[in-house]
C-alpha cells in the first residue's frame, strides 16, 4: 500500500499562514503527491497536486523537497472555513491507480 | 454537470437485509472507487474499478460486491447486512488517464444497520 504520514492534529490562528507536512518516502519517480481536504462529513476535496516543483493554485501552495519523500501544504492566510481534516495521498500506479486515504491531519483554525 | 451523484444519502437497514448504493458519474471517468469511512477515521478503499467490465479489491472487501457494466454507473452492493458496515460511503471518479489524476467525490450516502 502507499503509506503517507502526517500529524494527526494542529492548530493555525485564523489570517496566519497553516502549514501541513507529510511524510511519503515509498513515493516512486513518476507518481504524484496528492492533496484532498475533509469539511465535516462531506465528501472530500481535492486541493493540489505536484510531481516535482513547487506548485500554487487559488487555494494553496505545495512544496516538494528535492528527494520527493516529503511536502508540505501551505494554506497562506487560514480562514475559519479551512477548518478540515487534510489527507496527503502517494497512489501506487502500478497497482491500478488505487487511492489510499490515511486518518490525515485535523487542521482546526483558531479566532 | 453533475460529477458524481450517490442514492441514496440515507438509508437504516436491518441485519441480514441486502441493499444496494448507486453511483453515476456524467465525467466521462475511466476509474471509479467506494470507500466507506467509519466515525473518527480515514477512508478506506473497497472496490474499485478502471473501467467497464473491470473491478478489483481494495483494503476492506469482504461483505461487498460491485459490478461495472457501464462506464458511467458503479453500483456497491451490501449482501446480508452487518452493524459492522454502518459507515459513511462515498463514491469517488478520476480520468484514469496518464499523469495526473484528480479524484472527484459524490456526497456520500451514510448506512446504519440495526
Known amino acids: 500500500d502507499a503509506k503517507t504520514t502526517q500529524p494527526p492534529s494542529m492548530d493555525c490562528a485564523e489570517g496566519r499562514a497553516a502549514n501541513l507536512p507529510c511524510n511519503h518516502s515509498t513515493i516512486s519517480g513518476n507518481e504524484y503527491v496528492y492533496w484532498y481536504r475533509q469539511i465535516h462529513s462531506q465528501g472530500p476535496q481535492y486541493i493540489i497536486h505536484g510531481l516535482k516543483n513547487n506548485e500554487t493554485n487559488e487555494m494553496a501552495s505545495l512544496i516538494i523537497t528535492e528527494d520527493r519523500k516529503s511536502s508540505t501544504l501551505i494554506l497562506p492566510h487560514a480562514t475559519l472555513r479551512d477548518t478540515a481534516v487534510y489527507y496527503c495521498?502517494?497512489?501506487?500506479?502500478?497497482?491500478?491507480?488505487?487511492?489510499?486515504f490515511g486518518t490525515g491531519t485535523s487542521l482546526t483554525v483558531i479566532p | 454537470n453533475a460529477g458524481v451523484t450517490q442514492t441514496p444519502k440515507f438509508r437504516i437497514l436491518k441485519i441480514g437485509q441486502s441493499m444496494t448504493l448507486q453511483c453515476a458519474q456524467d465525467m466521462n471517468h475511466n476509474y471509479m472507487y467506494w470507500y466507506r469511512q467509519d466515525p473518527g477515521m480515514g477512508l478506506k478503499l473497497i472496490y474499485y474499478s478502471v473501467g467497464a467490465g473491470i473491478t478489483d479489491k481494495g483494503e476492506v472487501p469482504n461483505g461487498y460486491n460491485v459490478s461495472r457494466s457501464t462506464t458511467e454507473d458503479f453500483p456497491l452492493r451490501l449482501e446480508l447486512a452487518a452493524p459492522s458496515q454502518t459507515s459513511v460511503y462515498f463514491c469517488a471518479s478520476s480520468g484514469g488517464r496518464t499523469g495526473a489524476n484528480v479524484l472527484t467525490f459524490g456526497a456520500g450516502s451514510r448506512l446504519t444497520v440495526l
Open positions: 495521498i502517494d497512489p501506487k500506479l502500478n497497482t491500478g491507480n488505487q487511492f489510499y
